[in-house]
């Protein structure tokens, strides 16, 4: 590791963002749409009459029965510090069709996950603090605090489960053959010897693929545990076996809500559009703009846009690609009962952090820059979270941790203010706004940000409204010790893997996440011109995996060539998260 490096790496972390607590508003109370305790779900894929009401905005209204059929893992997803991805691989079908019947009353339902973050977010409200569910003593607020549980199947997994028959009716083609079978499609290594040939995964794999994948999450690790303790035991006497077993936790202090190399995740998530009952203040994501401001359809707060739920859900009113306002037309390729259904893309995915930051320094030093400023400029976010649209000449943790100014800016034209609805405690978005970047000056065509998500820019498919289309629901979390942060490292603890379990659900593997991987990412000229992203693309020439990054510098252009990657492929799936009533219903054998 190079002085410089080390240098950065300690350095990283000590100032977290400025997170203002309380801004978030309750919403509907807590139980609203359930009743704890209760599950009524409607027949065949848990779509009722209910579910066909629409609110004011003609949005869609998941009442009681659908919401306790949609996976909480997906709507509105598990945020917790602490998870284990469990694969598993299916020996006896008629045992794992009974383990399927003690299972489902298991899985967390959207309803109760909803109504879990709504009571957390107006304890934040009340008592001012960013986790309510931590006592002073450190100990623990038992109503505060949960465990919930996911599941998914591969194709595999549901040919064996529900008939080949069945299997065949699910239309997305990236699905049916597997993430192994599309690695080199994706631009994963081609070359046997190379780590991350998915011949070497760890799981998914060509000899290691799984059935089923079991999702927990907890606040608290004992919690954790003790529920995959009791659900691969359970699992193991119904004649499933275990593949592979990955914990992932949410990094240390300041570090929480970070990557690896240091930065803040997750920030750009889309709202979904949707309620819960059709009354306002009962939707699924919160709205914070104010009726008059022109965006107040589009947004549910500055810079977060809503979408339509068929982009996650199967069957559900999906996104227009030229008018973001109104809904298309349902996708119908796949049989009913997986309706409301999603399905999930997971990769494992190890982080060279110590090459990062090397490779950073060099460059940096090459072009007359700041290796964190350098750094910055290819995520498009500062380490804090800050986008460098907003603050180009250095990082902000205060506008960091905004939540209504952190995500608000565009690239092609100025970001004009938002108005919004009266939010007790918050004195507005003051902090400078981001101008027009037409010429990618701030943030480069390259970067991160701006390949996976160009936002207002137009791009290879046309007008802006069609980016919403490939937008995904990230549910990833970190696994390996933290290195950043850390003053003088052991050499153990720099050897140690560290990296990203990257899942995310959509409605199509192929025109959103792969999509938005190989034709985004990995291309040189697309969404615009201006080279591959630099942190997760990858271009494989015959085993070569040189890839180049052009910046200014003092002189002129400068040519940085990238020989390594930073991020590594070593294991994942493609699964299917399937309603409720299907777990127990088709699934099971019923």
């Keep these: 590791m190079k002085r410089t490096t080390a240098a950065v790496l300690a350095g990283l972390g000590s100032a977290g963002a400025e997170l203002l607590g309380g ?41 009681r029965a659908a919401g306790n059929d949609i996976q909480g893992a997906v709507v509105p997803g598990f945020n917790k510090d602490h998870q284990r991805l469990v694969f598993l691989r299916i020996g006896d079908v008629d045992g794992a069709r009974a383990w399927l019947r003690w299972l489902a009353p298991r899985i967390a339902t959207m309803n109760e996950v909803l109504d879990f973050r709504r009571a957390f977010r107006a304890a934040r409200l009340r008592l001012g603090v960013r986790d309510p569910g931590l006592s002073g003593d450190g100990a623990r607020v038992p109503e505060l ?67 089923v994948l079991i999702t927990v999450a907890a606040d608290a690790v004992d919690d954790l545990e003790t529920a995959v303790a009791a659900i691969v035991s359970t699992a193991e006497q119904h004649g499933l076996t275990v593949v592979s077993s990955q914990r992932g936790d949410n990094l240390p202090g300041d570090l929480a809500g970070h990557e690896h190399f240091g930065f803040k995740d997750g920030i750009s998530q889309p709202g979904i559009r949707g309620g819960r009952s059709g009354l306002p203040g009962d939707e699924i994501t919160p709205r914070y703009l104010a009726a008059d401001d022109a965006h107040a359809t589009l947004f549910g707060k500055p810079g977060q846009p809503l979408v339509w739920p068929g982009q996650f859900l199967l069957g559900e009113p999906r996104q227009d690609p030229q008018d973001p306002r109104v809904a298309a037309a349902p996708s119908a390729a796949f049989p009913d009962w997986a309706r409301l259904g999603s399905y999930v893309v997971v990769r494992r995915l190890a982080q060279d952090v110590v090459g990062f930051w090397d490779w950073m320094g060099s460059a940096a030093e090459a072009v007359g820059v700041d290796p964190v400023a350098f750094a910055s400029a290819l995520v498009g976010r500062w380490p804090s979270g800050a986008p460098v649209m907003r603050s180009p000449h250095h990082d902000d943790p205060a506008l960091a941790g905004d939540d209504f100014a952190s995500n608000h800016f565009l690239f092609q034209d100025d970001t004009r203010p938002s108005s919004l609805v009266p939010i007790e405690g918050y004195a507005g978005d003051t902090h400078p706004a981001a101008a027009a970047d037409v010429l990618a000056r701030v943030c480069p065509h390259a970067a991160h940000i701006r390949k996976v998500n160009p936002r207002d820019s137009a791009t290879d498919f046309g007008a802006p409204a069609d980016t919403l289309t490939r937008l995904m629901l990230r549910r990833g979390i970190p696994y390996g010790p933290a290195l950043v942060g850390v003053a003088d490292p052991s050499p153990e603890l720099v050897e140690a893997e560290r990296g990203l379990l990257f899942v995310a659900c959509m409605s199509s593997i192929e025109d959103q996440f792969e999509f938005v991987s190989r034709r985004w990412a990995n291309s040189v000229d697309q ?59 088709i699934l099971a054998g019923e």
């Design 23 to 63: 801004v978030e508003l309750p919403g509907a109370p807590a139980g609203a749409g359930s009743r704890p305790g209760e599950r009524e779900l409607g027949s065949g894929g848990g779509r009722t009459a209910e579910a066909s009401r629409t609110t004011a905005l003609g949005e869609p209204v998941y009442g």
């Design 527 to 585: 969404p615009n011109a201006g080279g591959v992203d630099p942190i997760i693309g990858q271009v494989d020439r015959a085993g070569q995996r040189v890839r180049e990054v052009v910046r200014p510098g003092a002189s002129g252009d400068v040519a940085l060539r990238l020989e390594s990657d930073f991020v590594t492929p070593t294991g994942g799936g493609y699964f299917f998260a399937p309603p409720i009533s299907a777990v127990d219903g």
């Design 145 to 211: 605090t949960s465990m919930w549980t996911s599941f998914a199947l591969s194709y595999k997994g549901i040919e064996i489960l529900a008939g080949p028959a069945e299997a065949a009716r699910f239309g997305d083609e990236s699905f049916r053959q597997g993430l192994a079978a599309r690695s080199t499609y994706l631009g994963d290594p081609t070359d046997p010897a190379h780590p991350g040939h998915r011949d070497r995964w760890v799981v998914g794999g060509p000899q290691s693929e799984a059935d």
